[in-house]
């Protein structure tokens, strides 16, 4: 069985702030892919990165890190120089290899304060 | 491209019930994967329909049915409508091709059960 856990159910920065989201996950499988998504309070789920269980490389999208680490079973999530627009719940997610079923943790509220 | 779009955004019903909720997918992608949101189970996957064809399920009652059509719009079903089933719907859609195999969610439809 597959599962993912956020141990931070809700963190508050001011603006400006760095933030590190947690995620830890558990598979037994080989091959596998972590996701994170972003939910705003309108509801839909907005896809940020997909990493595959083979690709260890951390990558940056602008203001966004993510650092995937096999050895510990984490793909974290930091935001450098919050803003209040990353206001939103964060999903990290985890698929195998046997088709499109996403396994998600419970989620990371995050409130960035001006 | 447009985005998944999901039919009707809110709709409410009374114990016993039934309803149907409707999702088309972007252009050109043949999977679509539902899941419900609520605040006690958090996210968790319902279905997924590829090519007309249940591919996955996840471990909902019999109650909770879907179906896709050869265009893959795909609709769900829930029957007999209980106030657990108070939840966020939201459907996905993905090409499938094994390296590319991000999931695009749609806005959701709030389901109200009284």
């Known amino acids: 069985a597959q599962k993912v856990t956020q141990a931070q159910t809700e963190i508050s920065v001011v603006e400006k702030e760095d933030v590190t989201l947690d995620c830890v996950y558990e598979t037994r499988d080989t091959t596998y892919y972590l996701f994170w998504y972003k939910q705003p309070p309108s509801g839909e789920l907005v896809f940020l990165i997909r990493?595959?269980?083979?690709?260890?490389q951390n990558e940056i999208s602008g203001r966004y890190s993510w650092n995937f680490q096999k050895s510990t079973s984490s793909f974290n999530f930091t935001i450098t120089a919050s803003q209040v627009v990353d206001s939103a719940v964060y999903f990290c997610?985890?698929?195998?290899?046997?088709?499109?079923?996403?396994?998600f943790g419970g989620g990371t509220r995050l409130m960035v304060k001006p | 491209k447009a985005g998944v779009t999901q039919t009707p955004r809110y709709l409410i019903k009374t114990r016993g019930q039934q309803v149907t909720l409707s999702c088309s997918p972007i252009?050109?992608?043949?999977?679509v994967s539902w899941y419900q949101q609520t605040p006690g189970q958090g996210l968790q996957f319902l279905f997924e329909?590829?090519?007309?064809?249940?591919?996955n399920k996840g471990n909902f009652p019999g109650r909770f049915s879907g179906r896709q059509f050869s265009n893959s719009r795909s609709e769900m079903n829930v029957s007999t409508l209980e106030l657990g089933d108070s939840a966020l719907y939201l459907c996905?859609?993905?090409?499938?091709?094994?390296?590319?195999?991000?999931?695009?969610f749609g806005p959701g439809t709030r389901l109200t059960v009284l």
């Open positions: 990493r595959n269980s083979f690709d260890e």
């Open positions: 996905a859609s993905s090409l499938p091709a094994r390296d590319t195999d991000t999931q695009y």
């Open positions: 997610a985890l698929e195998n290899n046997a088709g499109n079923m996403l396994t």
């Open positions: 329909y590829f090519s007309e064809t249940q591919r």
């Open positions: 252009s050109g992608h043949r999977s």
